[in-house]
């Protein structure tokens, strides 16, 4: 049996079983990253809901694995050298699980990077202006009474569909015919932008083909459905 016991995370997060990957996260867009990840590669995992509405991403054990105190976090107990590895960030622990599987992630060089470059465009682009939309749109950010930041945040959002609309402009996914970790990435957060933040008509979703089509092919995907509701809410 793995001994995790040199994570502190596991104090308050208990292991039922420490010989199979365990996952610190909550149905987020950022969260659904790694539980479609793992569902789609079939990697035996114990999620483990971490409940960011009584701060538990800042308690001592949280920060101890995420010293960034947000969730996706995870501990693989057969890491490389089969010794057990913590990582965070949603991006990184996708390329990890792309590389230790060999799956959702081609394996021509070329290709290779490319899919890691959208990767990337999510993370720095789509993540954080999406996520800042909907502050302005749909939490506290709303009673701001001056528009400018909500504004920009909309304006950016659009530009960045757009990119995404190019993108996929005869490709049923970003690389093309091959599903990926930058489609992984990104599907929770479309999804969340015209679904929970309600924003699809301050960025004109309706006027888009493409990305609509894109995200209802992967909103498809039994793995998908499976992991954008995991961990399960209390």
């Known amino acids: 049996m793995a001994d995790l016991s040199a994570f502190d995370i596991t104090k308050r ?5 420490p010989d199979i990957l365990q996952l610190y996260s909550l149905p987020t867009p950022n969260g659904v990253k790694v539980s479609i990840m793992l569902e789609e590669t079939g990697i035996d ?14 308690t001592p054990e949280f920060l101890s694995l995420n010293p960034n105190g947000k969730i996706p976090a995870i501990i693989d107990p057969n890491g490389p050298d089969g010794k057990p590895v913590g990582l965070f960030e949603s991006g990184a622990i996708l390329l990890y699980l792309a590389e230790k599987t060999g799956k959702f992630l081609p394996s021509d060089p070329i290709s290779r990077i490319e899919a890691i470059q959208w990767v990337f465009f999510q993370m720095a682009a789509i993540g954080p202006m999406f996520g800042q939309l909907g502050f302005f749109h749909k939490f506290a950010g709303r009673e701001y009474e001056d528009k400018r930041p909500r504004d920009r945040y909309v304006g950016e959002s659009k530009r960045l569909l757009g990119v995404l609309e190019r ?3 005869g490709r049923d996914w970003i690389m093309g015919d091959e599903y990926t970790i930058a489609d992984i990435a990104t599907l929770g957060w479309v999804r969340n932008l015209v679904g929970f933040y309600d ?9 888009l083909k493409n990305v609509p089509a894109w995200l209802e092919r992967g909103l498809a995907r039994p793995a998908v459905k499976r992991g954008l509701e995991i961990p399960a809410r209390p």
Do not use: C, Q
Request: glycine letters at 6%; a negative charge; charged letters at 30%.
């Open 13 to 17: 997060w208990p292991a039922k079983n």
């Open 199 to 207: 924003a699809g008509a301050l960025v004109d979703y309706d006027s």
């Open 45 to 58: 995992y114990e999620p483990h809901f971490i409940d960011i509405g009584k701060d538990e991403t800042w």
């Open 167 to 169: 993108r996929l402009a």
